[in-house]
């Protein structure tokens, strides 16, 4: 999957891609302390949102790391 990903990207003219798993680390909980800290400013839907932005989406059923 990862080579057609990347195929495709440069048939699209892009320079370069990266592929990752969708582990956040402890980024969110950065995220998460960001936005409390109100540094979001007038992008309400960043506050809207939450952390919910930092997990996989329900349709992403491939663990972390399934991807060769």
Do not use: K
């Not at 999957?1 to 990266?18: K, S, T």
């Not at 932005?53 to 663990?63: F, I, N, S, V």
């Amino acid at each position: 999957m990862p080579a057609l990903i990347r195929e495709w990207a440069a048939e699209l003219g892009f320079a370069d891609v990266g592929i990752t798993t969708p582990d956040t680390g402890e980024h969110a909980n950065h995220l998460q302390d960001w936005l409390a800290a109100g540094y979001q400013g007038e992008m309400d839907y960043m506050a809207t949102m939450g952390t919910s932005a930092t997990l996989p989406h329900p349709w992403c059923r491939a663990p972390c790391g399934s991807f060769p």
